[in-house]
């Protein structure tokens, strides 16, 4: 398979990461004799520094251009501590999200029993957890319209859907729900808010085509609750971009970090695929990034953008593989974790490279 793959490192520990996520496609590459070429672009704070803009057009046009993207991180704390800045990091993000149509992301909480004791939530309530979460990615408040008064005193942001946007992401959805256990969830606000109303209506309508798939709809208050209390009861979540970027967020911690957790962003064309976890300045050039969610974004990559299921396994597996041997990266040890089995970021992408090589030559 010949591939074109556009690197983003973007801001922060994204260069860290995405570096092990590239050796682990080069790795794969050689290992099952497919041709994947690779380009590099800026974003982000980064291209801020050196363009003035957070998507210079060049990135666009090679990302227009490729097969995939594997993105970093965007953000630095500058921007965090000053809202009244105009031209900000995550406005790239947001751009070429809309620009290459990716309204739908796909996060998966996969869960490694080896990691039951680094989430705060208790094990025997982890146990078994398996959700793939649809948030749609380019409508709601985060592309509404927004605006501020003369006297700097009140500020709106427009929260709007149309029902082509929730249709199409329902669609996918629903046909994930179709190959894993028929189950959906809807969560919106749809007892206050009339956006949700709409998207309440329009997957009751979609969910009409899917007679096989039990869907039920949750309030997202509620939905945050049950996703502590009970997680295993949820197998697809369908939501909207604010509800799904706080809901997976707050899944993070079944997962046992932030750093665990890959997501692909997809739409008709190109996909996207990127750790869900920021810009992590504290701990920019330090050697303690967890580079794992960017190597499990590769794995996402492999699988859901060019349909290699057999390359995304070997990832998966060299990941399993190293949990269960004991190790970690700081963000995910435990009390139990032997010292010498700490890893930084260059020490456990090394070690993964090394699992994926033997996998290779095993199979």
């Known amino acids: 398979m010949?591939?074109?793959?556009?690197?983003?490192?973007?801001?922060?520990?994204?260069?860290?990461?995405?570096?092990?996520?590239?050796?682990?496609?080069?790795?794969?590459?050689?290992?099952?004799?497919?041709?994947?070429?690779?380009?590099?672009?800026?974003?982000?704070?980064?291209?801020?520094?050196?363009?003035?803009?957070p998507l210079p057009d060049e990135t666009l046009e090679?990302?227009?251009?490729?097969?995939?993207?594997?993105?970093?991180?965007?953000?630095?704390?500058?921007?965090?501590?000053?809202?009244?800045?105009?031209?900000?990091?995550?406005?790239?993000?947001?751009?070429?999200?809309?620009?290459?149509?990716?309204?739908?992301?796909?996060?998966?909480?996969?869960?490694?029993?080896?990691?039951?004791?680094?989430?705060?939530?208790?094990?025997?309530?982890?146990?078994?957890?398996d959700i793939l979460f649809f948030r749609e990615l380019t409508g709601d408040v985060y592309f509404g319209e927004k605006t501020r008064s003369e006297d700097k005193n009140t500020a709106s942001d427009l929260m709007i859907y149309h029902r082509y946007e929730v249709e199409r992401i329902?669609?996918?959805?629903?046909?994930?729900?179709?190959?894993?256990?028929?189950?959906?969830?809807s969560v919106d606000k749809a007892n206050v808010l009339e956006s949700s109303r709409l998207w309440r209506e329009t997957v009751q309508n979609i969910a009409k085509q899917y007679p096989e798939v039990?869907?039920?709809?949750?309030?997202?208050?509620?939905?945050?609750?049950?996703?502590?209390?009970?997680?295993?009861?949820?197998?697809?979540?369908?939501?909207?971009?604010?509800?799904?970027?706080?809901?997976?967020?707050?899944?993070?911690?079944?997962?046992?970090?932030?750093?665990?957790?890959?997501?692909?962003?997809?739409?008709?064309?190109?996909?996207?695929?990127?750790?869900?976890?920021?810009?992590a300045h504290d701990i920019t050039g330090k050697n303690l990034a967890n580079p794992l969610a960017s190597i499990l974004s590769v794995s996402l990559m492999l699988e859901i953008g060019f349909g290699l299921l057999e390359e995304a396994k070997v990832i998966i597996d060299a990941v399993d593989q190293v949990l269960k041997e004991g190790y970690r990266t700081g963000d995910i040890a435990d009390e139990t974790t032997k010292s010498d089995?700490?890893?930084?970021?260059?020490?456990?992408?090394?070690?993964v490279l090394k699992y994926i090589a033997q996998h290779i030559k095993s199979n």
């Open 2 to 53: 010949k591939r074109n793959i556009l690197v983003i490192p973007g801001d922060g520990i994204g260069p860290e990461v995405t570096t092990w996520g590239k050796a682990v496609l080069e790795e794969i590459a050689k290992g099952f004799g497919h041709d994947f070429s690779y380009d590099e672009a800026l974003m982000g704070h980064a291209a801020i520094e050196v363009t003035g803009n």
């Open 62 to 129: 090679k990302a227009q251009k490729s097969d995939a993207i594997l993105f970093g991180a965007v953000g630095h704390a500058k921007y965090d501590n000053d809202p009244s800045l105009k031209v900000r990091p995550e406005q790239g993000l947001l751009k070429i999200r809309k620009e290459l149509g990716l309204y739908a992301n796909l996060r998966p909480i996969l869960l490694f029993d080896e990691l039951l004791n680094a989430s705060s939530i208790k094990a025997n309530i982890l146990k078994g957890t």
């Open 170 to 185: 329902a669609h996918k959805a629903f046909e994930a729900a179709m190959k894993r256990r028929k189950k959906l969830c």
């Open 214 to 279: 039990e869907t039920t709809h949750m309030f997202i208050d509620n939905a945050a609750m049950q996703l502590i209390k009970d997680p295993k009861q949820f197998d697809v979540v369908l939501t909207a971009n604010l509800f799904g970027d706080i809901l997976t967020d707050e899944a993070s911690q079944i997962a046992g970090s932030m750093g665990m957790l890959a997501s692909a962003s997809v739409g008709e064309s190109t996909g996207f695929f990127e750790p869900i976890h920021g810009s």
């Open 341 to 351: 089995q700490i890893l930084g970021t260059k020490e456990m992408g090394q070690l």
